[in-house]
């Protein structure tokens, strides 16, 4: 059987969902949809339709799993619970404060539907958040440690944008090589968010801009640079294109704890990434879990899941036979 997978959005998560189907010969692109005049959408698979989203529930017969590539502050609350209505979905919602009303709206839809909603998949949330789990599981005497980069944080580079004087721009964020290693050592450090993480900035200033404004801005602003160490480098518009023009990321994920007699024998548990396309690598995670969605679904499954959720075997194409046989 083959699994047809729909697309709702054609940036960069859509543009790697489509490069991960045709690494999976289980499954086939079966239509995009989007907010844009279809016309003027050209996707890189022959002979599959691009459609309005307006017109998505009219195919839904269509198509076995829909990817909801949008995003997540204004686009998926909405979109996930309506789209869960007509289709299994998979999302990357990634707000962690608002994930347990996010699960709770896209429930209540995919029960009444029948339908199966996997939400917050990608690698944090998502693989990372595994990880977190099992090592808590494991080491229950112990402490969590998450370390982000070095990569683009999407957010904080619009961030920047949006400051006076400021053309373009890209952010990264870098974690402290020593609080890492202090973390690995088994010391277990209580860190603060400055400890943890420093954040540098590359800018395109428009011309004739106040260079120590924008830098000042860049570094007092809140929720954003206020409680890091930040350093911005002013670039031009050639050298952003030249040098910053991927999408990396990657990160860390390390659990420390102790067991035995007195608690005397420490252990480190570490799962890391190093990406070289963050949308790229989402988006294989997203096509796995949407595998999974639609054998569930085949099961009679049906309601809101998240990756704490999903049998691990059903991510995957090989049979219980050749997983036992290969990989145990």
Known sequence: ????????????????????????????????????????????????????????????????????????????????????????????????????????????????????????????????????????????????????????SQGHSDAIRRVKGVKNGKQYTIPVESALERVRNGENPVLTTREKHTRECFVVPEEGADLAQIEKDIKEMPNYFADYDTTVHFITEEELLRDHSGIPHGGFVIRTGKTGENSSNNHVIEFSLKLDSNPEFTSSVIIAFARAAYRLNKEGACGCKTIFDIPPAYLCRQSGDELRAHML
């Not at 204004?74 to 299994?88: H, R």
């Not at 919602?93 to 998949?121: C, L, M, R, W, Y």
């Not at 112990?142 to 990569?151: E, H, I, V």
């Open 1 to 152: 059987m083959t699994i047809r997978i729909g697309i709702l959005g054609y940036g960069n998560l859509g543009k790697g969902v489509e490069y991960a189907v045709r690494q999976n010969d289980d499954m086939t692109l079966a239509a995009v949809f989007t907010r844009r005049d279809p016309a003027s959408v050209k996707i890189m698979t022959e002979g599959v339709p691009v459609y309005s989203v307006n017109d998505a529930p009219a195919h839904a017969s269509e198509i076995d799993v829909l990817i909801l590539c949008g995003g997540s502050a204004n686009d998926l609350p909405v979109q996930t619970p309506e789209f869960a209505k007509y289709f299994n979905v998979i999302d990357s919602f990634d707000t962690h404060a608002k994930i347990p009303q996010h699960f709770e709206n896209v429930d209540k839809a995919a029960k009444a539907s029948g339908k199966v909603g996997i939400i917050s998949i990608g690698w944090d949330p998502g693989l990372f958040s595994l990880m977190r789990m099992y090592g808590n599981a494991v080491l229950p005497e112990g402490s969590d440690y998450t370390f982000w980069g070095k990569g683009v």
